[in-house]
């Protein structure tokens, strides 16, 4: 009777032991993870700002050049500095993602609340967008109603947000497909809903859930078609999510894709 109890304590007391042990293991691994963590996230943001600051000023020079105060261009000159051109602005616009978010990650990443007019930030963004839709045969269209109210919202986030949207709607299109953006007010509720849809090449069920996490990209590496880095969605989310706002998609492969979001009205 005594040997059974003596060896039950002996097995409790050795199980308590390697309890303690795995304890302690998952606290030093976590501890070395959450190094790693910050190390990634001062590195991201480091890289960033060291990549912006020339960038800027070989995007200087080469606008500079293009206006041919330096000197008259022969047109393949012309064209070699327009390549240069867009090439900046591609980088530029993958650093000011990577800035976003390694903001995220530590935890600075704030918006600026005002009355915001929707109406002019679609406008303005649709405008932007223009040329990059003809030239890849998209027809872009606003389906927006007479007078919209004003949203509490950043301003600059929020035209990101829908130039993001709408970017994402005219890459992954086809020549002779569409993109819009629509806005309905509720009555009923304080709630806009924004709606951004395109008769692209769609969403995998497998994907949807997927396509909001930070570097997701569809298309395997290898087989990509189109550019980016797979972070404006993981962005556009955490900006909507500032907002008290969600962002959710609906798209079926080969059929398109409409993504929505959410905001207050002020
Ligand atoms: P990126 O555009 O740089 O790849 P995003 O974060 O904007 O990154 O999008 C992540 C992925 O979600 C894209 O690579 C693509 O696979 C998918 N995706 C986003 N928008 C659309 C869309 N309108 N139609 C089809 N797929 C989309």
Redesign the pocket.
């Known amino acids: 009777m005594g040997t059974i109890r003596y060896n039950k304590e002996l097995k409790i007391r050795e199980f308590e032991e390697s309890l303690t042990r795995k304890n302690m293991e998952l606290k030093e691994n976590y501890k070395k993870l959450k190094e790693l963590d910050e190390l990634k996230s001062s590195f991201l943001s480091m890289v960033s700002h060291e990549l912006r600051t020339p960038l800027t000023t070989i995007a200087g020079y080469v606008s500079l050049l293009l206006t041919e105060k330096p000197g008259a261009l022969n047109p393949p000159q012309r064209e070699y500095l327009k390549t240069a051109e867009e090439e900046t602005e591609f980088l530029n616009h993958l650093i000011e993602e990577l800035l976003d978010l390694s903001r995220i990650e530590r935890g600075e990443f704030r918006v600026n609340l005002e009355s915001v007019d929707i109406t002019q930030t679609i406008i303005k963004a649709i405008s932007s967008l223009q040329l990059s839709a003809d030239s890849q045969g998209v027809l872009l269209e606003n389906d927006l109603p007479q007078a919209l109210p004003f949203v509490l919202a950043d301003k600059e986030r929020i035209y990101q947000t829908i130039t993001?949207l709408l970017e994402?709607?005219i890459?992954?299109n086809r020549r002779g497909g569409k993109a819009a953006i629509s806005v309905f007010s509720h009555p009923e509720s304080n709630k806009l809903t924004f709606c951004i849809r395109?008769t692209?090449?769609?969403?995998k069920e497998d994907?949807l859930d997927k396509?909001f996490n930070k570097f997701?990209?569809?298309?395997p590496l290898g087989k990509r078609r189109?550019g980016?880095?797979?972070?404006?969605?993981?962005i556009t989310k955490s900006i909507v999510e500032l907002h008290k706002g969600r962002i959710w998609v609906e798209?079926k492969a080969g059929r398109g894709?409409t993504?929505f979001f959410e905001l207050e009205k002020t």
């Open positions: 993001n994402n709607a890459k992954f395109d692209g090449i769609g969403i994907d396509i997701y990209q569809a298309e189109f980016g880095c797979g972070l404006g969605l993981a798209s894709s993504f």
